[in-house]
């Protein structure tokens, strides 16, 4: 393993074993909750809009370090963003995880350290369960959204 990977895994651990906004967000304009049956991930995501913009952003849920660390780097990535800028970015880490490329382009920053889970299908899903609960917080959609 290089040093690149190394410190990319230790981000990882990092916010799995720390994760960031791991909270509920009581009045919460807006949530919805990922559900990854083949791991048993789950988690809910909470967000506060200010017009377009994602004025706050807090997750809860329990599952592997994979989904945990990809909930709580999101949260920091997407806070701040307005709604365009949000779900290109969901576009972008979409496509990063999955090796697929759909032009978006653009860059990730951080959340780069999850590239190496293209190379692990199994773990695709948990990676990207958070993002698919806030496309749907985004859209305005509640309930449950499963990864099946
Ligand atoms: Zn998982």
Redesign the pocket.
């Known amino acids: 393993m290089d040093d690149v990977q190394e410190l990319y895994q230790e981000m990882i651990i990092d916010h799995s074993r720390s994760p960031r906004n791991s909270r509920e967000i009581p009045d919460a304009g807006r949530s919805a909750e990922g559900y990854?049956p083949?791991?048993?991930?789950r988690v809910r995501v909470f967000v506060e809009m200010d017009g377009d913009i994602v004025r706050d952003i807090a997750f809860q849920g329990s599952?592997?370090?994979?989904?945990t660390a990809s909930a709580s780097l999101m949260t920091e990535a997407v806070k701040g963003m307005d709604t365009t800028a949000a779900s290109e970015l969901i576009g972008r880490f979409h496509d990063l995880v999955t090796g697929e490329s759909r032009g978006g382009g653009g860059d990730i920053g951080k959340l780069r350290v999850f590239g190496g889970v293209r190379n692990f299908p199994a773990?695709v899903?948990?990676a990207v369960?958070a993002w698919h609960a806030l496309r749907r917080a985004l859209a305005g959609d509640v309930g449950t959204v499963s990864t099946e």
């Open positions: 990854n083949l791991c048993g991930d599952g592997c370090a994979i989904s773990r899903k948990c369960l």
